[in-house]
């Protein structure tokens, strides 16, 4: 992820990483459905994402009465699937340069749709409750001196950097290498494994070192501190081979289907000023990922509560 979004949403699933299909083959019935009031949006395997999809589409539905249909894919293909109209809306990308500049400068089929209104930012972390006891893990420089206490038996003898879906975008691999550091990526395979293998060493209140990112729910359940890696400066990560620096803040960003966004009427006008703050993304993320909520029940409790702040989206 950067790091790393129509009516079905009951079958909203927690995609898993390396057991997520690639869906970007297989069109929902209703994008590019000329004339009709259908939309169809992107919806990526991390919580964050699912929750900006379930308000947009309870509006869509509830206050544009709009069809909408979801269709599940990875952060790459989804760039694919958007160009060639199989999606209509991503509404959730944490900075892909390539796709950036082959579909919305070259072939002009993807257009920008501004901010979310939320910053991401991956990082490497720890429990507080470990940074307490060693303040000095918090810098990179001090990593290898607790290598031994972070093995575990998929780590192959050195310390364990836990990462999640190979399908996010993460630099570890080469940071470990450049940084030369005594440790392995690990992947869990998914955000939702992930955060399973996290609360149990939470639970045993065993140390760990693991690829996140903010905003992130989690972080009420689990506090964590950001381990200090060389200061991010422009450029520093253009040849991913060579990164050996941190990951930088990135304004995640909305992207629309070029055509859907001159002819999608109302639907294409909400998704241009749907705008929220982090605290929102994680108050519907923590309903769905924590208590249980459908993305239906989830988007419908906040809408509840939050009409001053959705009214303004409205076309």
Not at 187 to 192: K, L, M, P, V, Y
Not at 231 to 245: E, L, R, S, V
Request: net charge negative.
């Amino acid at each position: 992820m950067r790091v790393r979004t129509t009516l079905a949403v009951g079958s909203l699933l927690l995609l898993t990483g390396c057991g997520a299909a690639d869906m970007t083959k297989q069109a929902s019935p209703y994008a590019n459905a000329q004339g009709s009031r259908t939309v169809t949006l992107s919806v990526q395997s991390w919580v964050g994402a699912q929750a900006n999809v379930a308000v947009a589409q309870y509006l869509l539905e509830h206050e544009l009465d709009y069809r909408v249909d979801t269709v599940q894919v990875d952060e790459v293909p989804a760039w694919d699937a958007l160009s060639q109209g199989r999606v209509d809306a991503l509404l959730e990308d944490w900075g892909h340069p390539e796709q950036e500049q082959r579909y919305v400068e070259d072939k002009k089929t993807i257009t920008g749709a501004g901010d979310l209104g939320v910053t991401g930012h991956i990082g490497w972390f720890v429990p507080t409750y470990f940074a307490k006891e060693h303040p000095d893990v918090t810098d990179w420089r001090n990593l290898d001196k607790y290598a031994a206490r972070l093995r575990t038996a998929e780590s192959g003898g050195k310390g364990q950097l836990l990462d999640g879906s190979p399908s996010y975008v993460t630099n570890d691999k080469a940071l470990v290498q450049n940084l030369k550091l005594d440790y392995q990526v690990v992947f869990a395979g998914s955000e939702a494994a992930q955060i399973t293998q996290i609360k149990q060493f939470a639970k045993e209140k065993k140390p760990f070192l693991t690829y996140w990112y903010t905003p992130q729910w989690l972080f009420e359940k689990v506090p964590m501190t950001e381990v200090k890696l060389p200061a991010y400066q422009d450029g520093c990560d253009a040849d991913p081979a060579k990164i050996a620096c941190a990951y930088p803040r990135t304004p995640l960003q909305k992207y629309l289907n070029a055509d859907f966004a001159k002819e999608g009427g109302k639907a294409a006008a909400f998704l241009k000023k749907f705008h929220w703050k982090t605290e929102y993304q994680n108050d519907v993320s923590l309903m769905i990922a924590e208590q249980k909520l459908s993305p239906q029940e989830a988007a419908k409790k906040w809408v509840d509560g939050h009409e001053s702040v959705w009214k303004a989206w409205l076309p």
